[in-house]
């Protein structure tokens, strides 16, 4: 019996076009700029999400920290969501190693976060505070449930940057969701950013890399960044190949993960003792918890799955993270629900 892996989308092993289309890359040393599938990624990328340039970087974590520190000196300040991915799970990054100070703000259970909170955040001209110089917003948001930001939102925002002078990052790993969940182009969803950040190793289900999108000014600097932090690639146009593969194959199909989470939440949903989360699914992720009479603790009930060749993430106390992805099928999605059912209603 094969396992439906839910914990994560980056769990998706490359397909077989990916595959080939690695095997076949023209490659060449990308720190002199050589690598021709790394330079056809960025040049798609840049265009895809209606931006002057791109740069291909091994990861997410890496493309959100090479973008806050391109916008960001030393004792800046950056307002993000309490909820933000760079705030909770990225290691601190941007504070251990570009100095730069977070302002953290409540986010919504829809992913945003209040305009009224961030204007009241905006620090004054005073030499007690850091400098505002940042608002970083998370779509789709991971840790709000996969939930999408709409345009016209992010415009908002958007229009508050450029009104106090301050920049506007999107951490987009799952941009590509967002925009297929409302029927829009993802360049209309970053439109009002100065820099957006996006996955190939997530729902893409390219095996590694990001890509990080913005002015021809603002990638030179992150450029050297990138650089800085030893993420300067040689031959890693075999990665931009799968990644190439990712964007011209990929994004439409994401409505099937999206129908799939659909389907697996009804289903769970009928379920005595499991409680949904409000805005759960509305891309590829449900978060689920489970009633306090349940006589299982999180891990032991995560192991208990396991045993069915279910695999779950546990997000909290009694409370699961479920993702939808290319290789998670019908029949994954209906060994789940019944996983569930016979370990809560046996
Ligand atoms: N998210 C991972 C874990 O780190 C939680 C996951 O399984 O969802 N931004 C967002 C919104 C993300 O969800 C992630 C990864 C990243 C950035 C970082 O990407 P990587 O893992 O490529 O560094």
Redesign the pocket.
């Known amino acids: 019996m094969e396992i439906v892996d839910l914990r994560?989308d980056?769990v998706t092993q490359p397909t077989s076009n990916m595959r080939r289309a690695m095997a076949q890359a023209d490659v060449g040393d990308d720190v002199y700029g050589e690598d021709p599938s790394i330079n056809r990624l960025q040049e798609i990328s840049a265009k895809m999400l209606g931006k002057e340039s791109a740069l291909f970087l091994p990861?997410?974590?890496m493309g959100?920290l090479v973008a806050v520190l391109a916008h960001c000196g030393r004792g800046d300040e950056v307002i993000l969501g309490n909820k933000s991915?760079t705030f909770l799970?990225e290691a601190g990054g941007i504070s251990a190693l570009g100095g730069v100070h977070s302002c953290q703000l409540i986010n919504q259970a829809d992913g945003t976060i209040d305009v009224k909170d961030i204007l009241n955040a905006i620090r004054p001209n005073d030499a007690h505070h850091p400098v505002t110089r940042l608002i970083c917003l998370?779509n789709t948001h991971?840790r709000c449930g996969g939930v999408s930001l709409s345009a016209q939102y992010t415009v908002e925002v958007g229009q508050i940057a450029r009104q106090k002078s301050l920049s506007l990052h999107i951490?987009g790993?799952?941009i590509f969701n967002a925009a297929v969940d409302q029927g829009v182009s993802a360049a209309e969803l970053a439109a009002p950013a100065d820099s957006i950040t996006f996955?190939l190793?997530k729902g893409l289900s390219a095996p590694v890399g990001?890509v990080l999108c913005g002015s021809k000014d603002f990638i030179a600097r992150a450029h050297r960044i990138r650089k800085q932090l030893g993420g300067g690639m040689r031959q890693a146009g075999i990665l931009a190949a799968a990644g190439i593969v990712a964007l011209e194959t990929m994004i439409d199909r994401l409505k099937e993960d999206h129908q799939r989470a659909r389907d697996l939440a009804d289903g769970l949903s009928k379920i005595p003792g499991i409680k949904l989360d409000t805005y759960s699914p509305q891309t590829n992720m449900i978060f689920l918890s489970l009633d306090d009479g349940i006589p299982f603790d999180t891990q032991e009930f995560v192991s208990h799955l396991a045993e069915r060749k279910i695999r779950v993430g546990a997000t909290g106390s009694r409370r699961f993270r479920l993702v939808t992805h290319y290789w998670i099928t019908d029949e994954g999605v209906q060994r789940t629900i019944e996983a569930f059912k016979s370990l809560l209603n046996p």
């Open positions: 994560s980056t990861s997410g974590t959100n991915h799970y998370e991971n951490d790993a799952r996955c190793s990001s």
